[in-house]
């Protein structure tokens, strides 16, 4: 009698199904957790932009007027690019709308500095985390 050498078709294809179901069950947790992630570092930017736009107007004296010193400002301590533009609540009180990009994805931080809270949207203007003090 020869004896064969490697595996039989039935075994490989019971192989190849578990791994076909593993992956069914990983793949999208670990998408989901990606994106948890994208989205939990695009937040703390933007608790770090409000900070310093804070720190701005504490150290510069200065009250929602200069937008491009506080671009510059926010360029210089953490590095990246952001557009800062004057918005309205619906009291009509003055905000800071500040567009900055994370993960190749756009966001906004809208701070209110007087009453010290803020919110952040993603491009599509879905509210994703707001500050409450």
Do not use: W
């Not at 007027?65 to 009509?92: F, M, P, Q, S, W």
């Not at 966001?107 to 509210?127: D, P, Q, R, T």
């Amino acid at each position: 009698m020869v004896k064969k050498k490697g595996f039989t078709l039935i075994e490989l294809t019971v192989v190849i199904s578990i791994i076909a179901i593993i992956s069914l069950i990983s793949v999208p947790n670990y998408i989901k957790h990606i994106n948890y992630a994208r989205r939990e570092e695009a937040i703390n930017l933007g608790r770090q932009i409000n900070l310093e736009v804070i720190d701005f107007e504490y150290n510069e004296n200065e009250q929602n007027n200069n937008y491009r010193k506080i671009e510059n400002y926010i360029k210089e301590n953490l590095g990246i690019e952001v557009i800062c533009k004057y918005a309205k609540d619906e009291e009509g009180e003055g905000l800071i709308s500040v567009l900055y990009k994370s993960n190749d994805s756009d966001f906004e931080c809208v701070m209110n500095v007087k009453k010290n809270n803020y919110e952040i949207f993603n491009g599509n203007k879905v509210l994703l985390y707001k500050s409450f003090k």
